[in-house]
């Protein structure tokens, strides 16, 4: 081999060796790089929320990015996506909802942080877009403030900013020592530094978020005012509950729900803080004389106490979403005829301190049931997540067309002028409730013995009353079950069938008729347009 080829061979080598030896390390700084420049991202969107939620609490809570997004994302979706939300999560739906929003937050962060490695100018207008993506779902709600899109700016800026700063720390560490040179690396100082500011500015995320919150319970004063009622006597009491309307089986759901688990199904990820002393109802729109009341003003009326059983029209059957309770409130046909109503207002269309809208028939308010303006419940003010401290109570009617909570405003008006909000996403117009029934106990999949066991549940259709309910066995005939009293047509009525059952896998059904003569349909439906049909069918194992 001549000196020249030599020379070329052994030069090759070297490089080879360099190569070798410099790729691994190399490697390892540019993964190391990406994950603190994604730690950068995520530490800044941590502050920049921090930063939102103490704008927020000091504004309102519905401001908050992680709701006007929320918020935003319920309104667009489309009904299938809220149908599967409430039907796999329940009351956990806006819970999953947030955190979805928190971890795609996340997510977009670290990639933002990580683009800024090599392209700051893309970074900072990426960590701002996302604060202005906030600031137009706060404007674009139903119930929009002046200042909404203040906390997603500022946390834009906020994350903007941090986010450079850590970036150009992270940029002033070394590169590790060189492994053929070598050369010291004397980053360690470098790295300290970055991880001080970053965890600084984590403690800063955190007390900012948790000063938001704390000065959101403080500033807005809803539990203090609900803790301050004294809820009056009413004039017209609810009757003692009979003896007979409430059965002794286990597992049967008691005939009154409490406050905690009464169902909850609304809009709000964040539960409106309305304070009484401040509170207005505006009842306006298609009347002669339009009026304005105040809490006081509603408490100084003749109270009605009535038991009265509410129903979502998302309840699937067999669901959980239907409750009893005690309520006490202002008798709302009292109320209209005060106003005046003209010829030709079909629907009371209520709106909600947030924005949110129901259509109810003024026909059904006024044709004397206890359809109400409620401010008690199980003798109690209205807890905040029910609509402290007024919501609207009409037997008889699904919760969307009749249920508003946190109500503040009431227009009489057309069918043909004013679609409400569910109406708007394709649900009915007007929705009675239908005839249904539940079996509670035993539940679908339960291990039994043989021998006699109570098959027992409830059964509704408010403001007509059960007639009968019956029980089946696989195809066999039909059981008409023994039924508690009824204390009103616009409460659910208990019943129990005791059946001697045989060993097997056994399909159990229950059907209800109401006090009109109808039964409860076969006919499988969804719960979209108006309310859920079929029988509820368990199967059981007898051993």
């Known amino acids: 081999m001549t000196g020249r080829h030599a020379s070329a061979a052994t030069g090759r080598a070297s490089a080879e060796v360099d190569e070798t030896a410099r790729s691994p390390s190399t490697t390892r700084r540019t993964r190391s790089r990406a994950l603190g420049a994604a730690l950068c991202g995520l530490v800044s969107a941590a502050f920049g929320l921090g ?206 729900t409490t406050n905690s688990a ?65 309520f006490l409130g202002a008798p709302l046909a009292d109320l209209l005829r005060e106003a005046k109503v003209r010829p030709g207002a079909q629907q009371i269309a209520s709106r909600s301190v947030d924005g949110w809208t129901s259509g109810t028939p003024t026909s059904v308010v006024m044709d004397g049931r206890d359809a109400m303006l409620a401010i008690g419940m199980n003798g109690v003010p209205l807890p905040v997540e029910h609509g402290f401290p007024v919501r609207m109570v009409v037997p008889g009617l699904y919760g969307y067309v009749s249920a508003t909570k946190w109500l503040v405003d009431l227009e009489l008006t057309t069918f043909g002028a004013f679609d409400s909000y569910w109406v708007q996403r394709g649900w009915s117009q007007q929705a009675p409730i239908k005839t249904e029934s539940r079996i509670d106990t035993p539940q679908s999949g339960a291990d039994l013995t043989r021998g006699r066991i109570p098959i027992a549940g409830i059964a509704w259709a408010q403001h007509r009353g059960i007639r009968k309910v019956e029980v089946r066995v696989d195809d066999g005939p039909w059981h008409e079950a023994t039924l508690a009293l009824e204390p009103s047509a616009d409460t659910w009525r208990q019943w129990v069938w005791r059946w001697d059952a045989t060993a097997g896998q056994h399909t159990l059904a229950v059907r209800a008729t109401d006090d009109e003569g109808v039964t409860q349909t076969s006919a499988v439906a969804d719960p979209v347009p108006n309310g859920a049909t079929g029988w509820h069918t368990i199967q059981v194992s007898v051993q």
């Open 51 to 256: 930063i939102a939620e103490l704008a927020a609490a000091l504004i309102r809570p519905e401001a908050s990015p992680v709701i006007a997004v929320g918020n935003a994302a319920i309104a667009a979706s489309p009904q299938s996506v809220k149908d599967f939300a409430i039907r796999n999560f329940g009351t956990g739906d806006k819970p999953v909802l947030v955190a979805g929003i928190v971890v795609v937050l996340a997510i977009a962060a670290m990639i933002v942080g990580v683009i800024g490695l090599t392209h700051r100018t893309a970074a900072a207008l990426a960590a701002l877009a996302l604060g202005v993506v906030g600031a137009v779902a706060a404007l674009t709600g139903s119930s929009v403030h002046p200042l909404d899109a203040a906390p997603s700016l500022l946390a834009g800026i906020g994350a903007t900013a941090v986010l450079m700063m850590l970036l150009n720390r992270l940029d002033q560490i070394p590169a590790p020592a060189d492994p053929v040179t070598g050369a010291i690396d004397r980053g360690n100082l470098d790295r300290r530094r970055v991880l001080v500011a970053g965890g600084l500015t984590a403690a800063a995320a955190v007390i900012a978020g948790v000063g938001g919150r704390f000065l959101e319970r403080t500033h807005f004063q809803a539990l203090a005012s609900r803790s301050k009622i004294r809820l009056p006597k009413p004039a017209s009491p609810v009757r003692p509950l009979p003896a007979g309307a409430s059965l002794d089986v286990p597992g049967l759901s008691p005939f009154l």
């Open 262 to 326: 009464f169902y909850r199904v609304d809009t709000a990820l964040v539960v409106p803080q309305v304070v009484a002393d401040t509170w207005r109802l505006r009842i306006h729109g298609m009347v002669d004389n339009p009026m304005t009341l105040s809490f006081r003003d509603l408490t100084a009326r003749k109270l009605i106490e009535r038991d009265i059983t509410l129903t979502c029209v998302s309840n699937e059957v067999g669901g959980p979403y239907v409750s009893t309770a005690t």
